[in-house]
Structures are given as structure tokens and as C-alpha cells.
């Protein structure tokens, strides 16, 4: 596997392009700690050509469901995005946008899930858009049925945001140890 990132990225050599030392398609890996219905590690993409990097390893930070979903203007729940990661719906403006919306909030970061609920393997490569704004926060594209998934379970649970640890170094974790969820296929 090659590594970025210091192992919290890694990317399988049959699915990049390196050039100059920039991998293409890289993994960013999560744990949701609670609730523990969903305690798996999640994988998310990092944006190609905007947002920051994590240069920290939070072990426990909330993950904010934005309110409205897509965070395209003015949060509802801003306030509770500061200092936090949003989980942010794709749809209504660009991942830029997006971005630059929960940065405004004080987001130490934002994680973008597919709007395709049923979406469990395709992941979509986030890219700047015609603006030439900027972001400085890492944004991640995280699949549907995950994105979907975590939602949910909060709601169920009636909780206003999950914890996670992010990122996670999968490359210390023995495989058979590995908690995936059991609807997506690695």
C-alpha cells in the first residue's frame, strides 16, 4: 500500500496515478464511536485541488449533521458546527460552497455524503469550482449509504451528532480487527 499522510491516507496501487508525489485517488479514514450501532470505520475521500489537510488527530470530535442538510447559505445549527466536523449533504451548490460555508461556522472540517442514498462504492472526486475562492478546512466526500446510515442512527437515536475519531491509521489495525460496515464492500 502506499502511504500519505503519515498512514491515516493510503491508496491501493491499482486505483492511483501518482504525479509529482500526489496520489490521486487517497482514503481518509473515520471511526464513528458513538452511537455504537454504527461504530465502524468509515472511508471518505479527501478533496483534489481544494480544502486543507489534517495536520491533527482528533480522537474524539463531534460529527454535526448540518441543518439544512445541503449547507449551502446560513446554518440553523452553526453554533454547534464551531470547533466540530459537519457532515454536509451533496446537492443545491458546490463542495467549494459547502466548504466555505462550514469554515464561516468555525468547522475544523467537513465530511460531504452523497445524496445517492443507495450509493455504496462509487466515490466522487470533489474539485474546485469556477469561483477561484478557497477553502482551508479538509473536506472529505464520504459515499450515500454511509453518509445516509449515520443519519439515520442519529436520528433514531434522537442524539444531535455522533462522535468520532478521525483520522484513523488503518495501516496498525490487523484486518481481521477491521470494523467495516457490513453494507459496504472493501
Known sequence: KGLGWGGWCSCEASEILCRDGLRVHEYLYFQVLSPGD?????????????????????????????????AC????????????????ERGGCSFLSKTRVVQEHGGRAVIIADNAYDNDSF????IQDSTRLTADIPALFLLGR??????????QHGLPWAIISIPVNVTSIPAYEMMQPPWTFW
Not at 475521500?45 to 470530535?61: L, W
Not at 447559505?73 to 464551531?82: A, M
Not at 466515490?123 to 470533489?126: F, P
Not at 454511509?146 to 436520528?155: A, N, V
Open 38 to 70: 454504527i461504530r465502524y470505520i468509515f472511508t471518505a475521500t479527501p478533496a483534489k485541488d481544494f480544502g486543507g489537510v489534517f495536520n491533527t488527530r482528533y480522537e474524539q470530535i463531534h460529527l454535526v449533521p448540518a441543518d439544512p442538510p445541503e
Open 73 to 88: 447559505g446560513e446554518l440553523n445549527n452553526g453554533v454547534f458546527i464551531q470547533d466540530q466536523i459537519a457532515l454536509v
Open 123 to 126: 466515490y466522487v472526486e470533489m
Open 146 to 155: 454511509d453518509g445516509y446510515m449515520i443519519r439515520r442512527s442519529l436520528e
